[in-house]
């Protein structure tokens, strides 16, 4: 089985490493709650964990065995800066084939935001052995998702590049995108779907490189809508009951009386029937009403 080391770059409490004091307020997930308010920062090592564990569910459902340095799950709030030699004997201990390390660029202070954007993938300048293949098809992926500038595939002396001292075939280290622009920070560092993203692509270059077919995430299937049918409902319980008793005698016969609380307060209803089709709840209405029950209604869920 083919093993690839992923690795969060950076620790939580690392100094720097952060986009400058954001503009606006920040909602990672569009669920409207602001996970970073305007004026304060998102850490580098944050949005990394959040690619890299994206990353590693991506490669485990493709088949791949995955190690994991600079984090170890998907609370980046605990993780300490790991020195670069313990996460290299990581990966050489684990007999890794492969390495990806995540990461988000920055230029200039750090302290204001400006123009430089895109994204790139690095190796390294001395000991690459095969990662420039390696990085051109992760780099290919990168380009065909969301709009950025093409950087390139560059070259550095960086750690979590070095395959003569991880012992691997190919090393990596990306930069998704730079989290001193402004744009990039908030719509790509600060967004989930960007993350998710992210991370799809590169287990897509990296399916590509070894000859991995790559398994796409099944779709989720959302609970099918009930509807559920009610001939009214009713401040007492003997009111309900009499209203059953009608309608067991006009020929309704899967019917029953429950309570439920309704701003605050104690009702009780009489359901006729539960369906999964919107045109037979429809029906079963139609025929409450005809039968004297004008306050029928349907509660769908």
Not at 75 to 102: E, H, M, P
Not at 266 to 281: D, F, M, P
Request: aromatic share 8%.
């Amino acid at each position: 089985m083919i093993r690839i080391n992923v690795d969060a770059g950076h620790g939580s409490y690392t100094s720097g490493k952060r986009t400058p004091p954001m503009p606006v307020n920040v909602d990672f997930d569009g669920d409207g709650v602001v996970d970073v308010k305007k004026g304060n920062t998102i850490k580098e090592h944050f949005a990394n964990v959040k690619v890299a564990m994206l990353l590693v569910e991506e490669l485990k459902r493709c088949g791949f065995a995955v190690t994991k340095t600079g984090f170890d799950d998907a609370d980046a709030g605990d993780d300490t800066d790991v020195l670069i030699s313990s996460r290299q004997k990581t990966v050489k201990n684990a007999a890794c084939d492969y390495s990806v390390s995540i990461h988000f660029n920055a230029y200039g202070d750090g302290q204001s935001f400006n123009s430089a954007q895109g994204a790139s993938v690095y190796i390294h300048s001395s000991y690459p052995k095969d990662s420039r293949k390696l990085a051109t098809k992760v780099l290919n992926q990168l380009m065909a998702g969301t709009k950025q500038k093409n950087l390139g595939v560059l070259t550095a002396n960086l750690g979590m590049c070095n395959c003569k001292l991880m012992n691997t075939k190919a090393a990596i280290l990306v930069e998704t995108a730079f989290m001193t622009n402004q744009n990039e920070a908030i719509n790509m560092m600060g967004k989930k779907k960007f993350w998710e993203e992210a991370a799809i692509e590169i287990a897509k270059g990296l399916c590509e490189y070894t000859g991995v077919t790559y398994v796409k995430k099944p779709a989720e299937t959302k609970p099918a809508t009930l509807y559920r049918v009610h001939a009214g409902s009713y401040t007492t319980e003997s009111e309900a009951n009499k209203a059953a008793e009608q309608l067991k005698k006009k020929g309704f016969k899967e019917l029953f009386v429950y309570s439920a609380k309704v701003s605050g307060k104690t009702v009780y209803r009489v359901q006729l029937g539960i369906y999964s089709s919107k045109e037979n709840a429809d029906k079963m209405l139609a025929r409450a009403k005809a039968a004297g029950f004008t306050k029928a209604f349907t509660l769908k869920s």
